[in-house]
């Protein structure tokens, strides 16, 4: 069975509070009792030695007789204490003896005493023998009968059931703290995990609008919450554009598939004529779809939470010198010049991503150029950046569409009206790459042509 984590925690703590209260009182309790014990019997030898002491106080040298009177008040006290005194002369006749004085109080005394203590221990009543002693002569002898090795009187032994009555009472009073002190602590402890529990379980049923609690006093829990949060804010980011994506996605594919339909169903027909010309259109139509999904491909990839680059030491000018060299057939096409100049710079990047960037560049340039035009490029080289500029002298963006030809799926008028267009991804792909490097890429344009900025840090900063 399942149990909920503050009752386990109160259930730890009461166990371990009342565990430690028991383990302390038990040996408190040993302790006094053993230093008590002691106690007593020594007041218990002394109260004896203090008799004998009296006794002997009693005897008068002088007149070799005793105090019989003293004797008798001295028996008396001491019968009421608790001790029965029988005292012998030298001679060992019999002075004084509370027995034959008061046999009856005797008795009960003894029976009262030996009841009282019968319940701390099971010992009965000794005979003490001591010589009295008048300096080095012996004057007689004491027989000191009493419970031993200790007794208690009788306002004594209310005193010790009213000290196990107050522990008794303390003792109970620890188990109700404990229970509370383990509740409360319980809950205190308890309440920030289960409501992580909650938060999780709510990301995990879709729901990313968590609102978290404000921050606790325990670190651990406070990473936990905000990584859970940082994990809802990605969970969100990637569901809303997973949805965009679809959403986009779609509609790009509509349009032509739908042509692309009704073009192959016309012929099929027989409503067209198949010419060469016709089916080459619908080639040309499934080929830019399929560059579409390659595109697109590349695109999720990068967009992917667990992007890595695989950065290397490369040479930007060396980079850019290639990938013009790839374009020269299709500039020569076009008849268009493409312009390098700039320094080497040598900068820590995804050669390959890099490259891939340059091209969607200079493929634009060269598309969005007419014929005859020119493309200048440079690669500048600062104490902690490369920046690679692309300008062309083509048709240019104007400056509506200035602020989002970045963003997927975006194209100009201009474009769309030309067979030249492509699915409006490739900048989209070059500024995801980029901003992984940590760089920038910007765009100026007006009608006589656009210039492209990729700044890129040297070193990755920490
Ligand atoms: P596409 O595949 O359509 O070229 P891009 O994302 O590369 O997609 O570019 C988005 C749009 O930005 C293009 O459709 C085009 O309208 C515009 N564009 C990009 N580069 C240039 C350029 N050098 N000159 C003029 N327009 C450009």
């Not at 005979?127 to 200790?150: C, E, F, H």
């Not at 990605?234 to 569901?239: G, M, P």
């Amino acid at each position: 069975m399942w149990k909920s984590l503050r009752s386990q925690i109160s259930l730890y703590i009461m166990t371990i509070v009342l565990a430690v209260v028991a383990f302390v009182s038990f040996l408190a309790n040993a302790a006094v009792n053993r230093q008590f014990e002691e106690y007593m019997i020594n007041q218990e030898r002394g109260q004896r030695e203090k008799i004998v002491n009296d006794l002997e106080n009693l005897y008068n040298g002088m007149t070799r007789s005793w105090d019989l009177e003293y004797i008798h008040a001295i028996g008396m006290y001491s019968l009421y204490d608790g001790y029965v005194l029988t005292i012998y002369d030298s001679a060992g006749k019999v002075i004084w003896d509370a027995a034959s004085h008061d046999m009856a109080l005797c008795k009960q005394i003894m029976s009262d005493i030996t009841e009282r203590m019968s319940q701390r221990n099971k010992n009965g009543f000794t005979t003490y023998s001591y010589n009295l002693m008048q300096g080095d002569r012996k004057v007689g002898t004491a027989s000191i009968q009493a419970y031993g090795p200790y007794f208690l009187k009788e306002n004594e032994f209310q005193f010790i059931n009213d000290l196990s009555e107050v522990l008794l009472l303390i003792g109970l009073l620890s188990c109700a703290v404990s229970i509370f002190a383990g509740t409360i602590l319980a809950h205190k402890i308890a309440r920030p995990i289960t409501k992580t529990a909650e938060i999780a379980q709510q990301i995990s049923n879709g729901d990313y609008n968590i609102r978290l609690e404000n921050e606790t006093n325990t670190r651990e829990l406070n990473m936990l919450l905000s990584s859970m949060n940082h994990m809802a804010n990605s969970l969100s980011r990637q569901e809303q554009y997973r949805k965009q994506l679809t959403a986009d996605v779609a509609h790009e594919l509509r349009t032509p598939l739908a042509a692309l339909r009704s073009h192959l169903e016309a012929m099929s027909e027989g409503l067209w004529e198949p010419t060469a010309e016709r089916l080459n259109g619908c080639v040309e139509e499934v080929k830019r779809l399929s560059s579409l999904v390659v595109d697109l491909d590349g695109l999720a990839k990068l967009e992917q939470e667990n992007f890595r680059l695989k950065k290397i030491e490369a040479n930007l000018l060396e980079i850019v010198e290639n990938v013009c060299g790839n374009f020269e057939k299709e500039a020569d096409n076009k008849n268009i010049s493409i312009l390098v100049d700039g320094v080497s710079s040598n900068i820590l990047v995804d050669r390959d991503r890099i490259i891939q960037v340059i091209t969607n560049l200079l493929s634009n340039a060269i598309k969005y150029t007419p014929e005859g035009g020119k493309i200048n490029v440079w690669i500048k080289d600062d104490i902690d950046r490369g920046v690679v500029m692309i300008e062309d002298n083509g048709i240019g963006i104007s400056q509506k569409d200035l602020p989002y030809i970045f963003e997927r799926f975006y194209r100009t008028d201009q474009s769309r009206n030309r067979k030249t267009g492509g699915a409006g991804i490739g900048l989209t792909i070059a500024r995801s790459i980029v901003e992984a490097h940590k760089g920038k890429i910007t765009v100026e344009s007006n009608e006589g042509g656009s210039k492209f900025t990729v700044v890129l840090p040297k070193r990755e900063e920490e």
